[in-house]
């Protein structure tokens, strides 16, 4: 969606040097387990920089070693 989105719907604008050299990040809530967890399993394995949210950060702790490629 997010290629989709750059390609169609991007237009640059006059603040656009200040981004330069970031990459977008995919947002994951619920990252700890069930579909959030899932979720972010397959955007690190598309190359994906990913940040992930949970409720608990224990939880989301032990979850994170199972996203590593």
Do not use: H, K, M, Y
């Not at 979720?39 to 979850?63: D, I, K, Q, S």
Request: hydrophobic residues 50%; aromatic residues 6%.
């Amino acid at each position: 969606i997010l290629d989709l989105w750059r390609r169609r719907l991007w237009q640059p604008g006059p603040g656009l040097a200040r981004f330069e050299g970031l990459e977008p990040a995919v947002v994951v809530t619920g990252a700890s387990e069930g579909i959030g967890l899932e979720l972010a399993r397959c955007f690190v394995a598309e190359g994906r920089t990913v940040l992930l949210g949970a409720r608990g950060r224990a939880r989301l702790e032990a979850a994170a070693p199972n996203l590593a490629i």
